[in-house]
């Protein structure tokens, strides 16, 4: 019998296991976490939309009735190719005939200054934790630091893809609940959201009238899409405590 090891328990890896149900192979899926991310709905958990628990899933409850697939919950220091083996930190080695790799992606900066040091990333469950305290608390100090018509709020999305769009679009929700239930003071004439893309048009992998269809509806949120416009840098003097720079 094969010994089939996959590394990663997202979309990618659970569709390799799943695949191989049945199949006559021990198959070891390892991943960091012991829960799976539904991540198209990450952007919900980073505008307060939905909990944490409402966008993760237990790995083993999802392979429970997979008598030849066993869940390994560790993170992998080194893949020894050369003798077909995978090792955990820890030092636990998980030998294999097979090797799957389906560890992911991670944001990608492209060598822009100041990305890492003062943007927001949206690509895991602690990513989506952390952006939604960081807005919530930015309203709040706004709203403790509010003089006459109250303070300003700027969120920046940049990224015209799916989750850009979505992002975008959620947090302009989360302002409105925010000011209009919340009664959280907010100056209206400089709280905006801005969605920057340096592409031609918004949702590149769909069709031109989709692309039409969510610009328009954005604007008419309020949303001010910028397109065709490349984003040269981050500057601390540019990111005050209440702008929020967001990466999808």
Do not use: C
Not at 41 to 52: E, F, I, K, R
Not at 104 to 126: C, E, I, K, M, N
Not at 226 to 247: M, T
């Amino acid at each position: 019998m094969d010994r089939v090891v996959i590394v990663g328990a997202g979309f990618a890896g659970l569709a390799a296991a799943r695949r191989l149900v049945g199949a006559p192979a021990a198959v070891e899926v390892v991943d960091q976490h012991n829960f799976h991310t539904f991540q198209p709905l990450l952007y919900q958990v980073a505008t307060a939309g939905l909990d944490p628990s409402d966008v993760v899933y237990p790995i083993r409850t999802i392979l429970r009735r997979a008598p030849n697939v066993r869940f390994v919950h560790g993170r992998v220091s080194v893949l020894d190719v050369a003798h077909r083996a995978v090792v955990l930190e820890g030092g636990r080695t998980l030998t294999y005939d097979h090797l799957v790799v389906a560890s992911g992606a991670t944001a990608a900066v492209f060598g822009v200054p100041g990305v890492r040091d003062h943007g927001l990333f949206l690509y895991t469950l602690d990513d989506a934790h952390w952006v939604r305290n960081h807005v919530l608390a930015a309203l709040e100090r706004a709203d403790v630091a509010a003089q006459g018509d109250g303070d300003a709020a700027a969120i920046a999305v940049v990224g015209g893809g799916p989750t850009g769009v979505e992002t975008a679009g959620a947090m302009t929700e989360l302002l409105d609940i925010a000011v209009r239930h919340d009664r959280i003071r907010l100056d209206p004439r400089r709280t905006r959201v801005v969605l920057v893309d340096a592409r031609e048009r918004l949702l590149p992998g769909f069709s031109p009238a989709a692309s039409s269809y969510a610009e328009r509806t954005l604007r008419s949120r309020g949303v001010e899409v910028r397109l065709a416009s490349l984003f040269h840098g981050i500057h601390a003097a540019e990111v005050p405590e209440d702008a929020k720079v967001a990466f999808p």
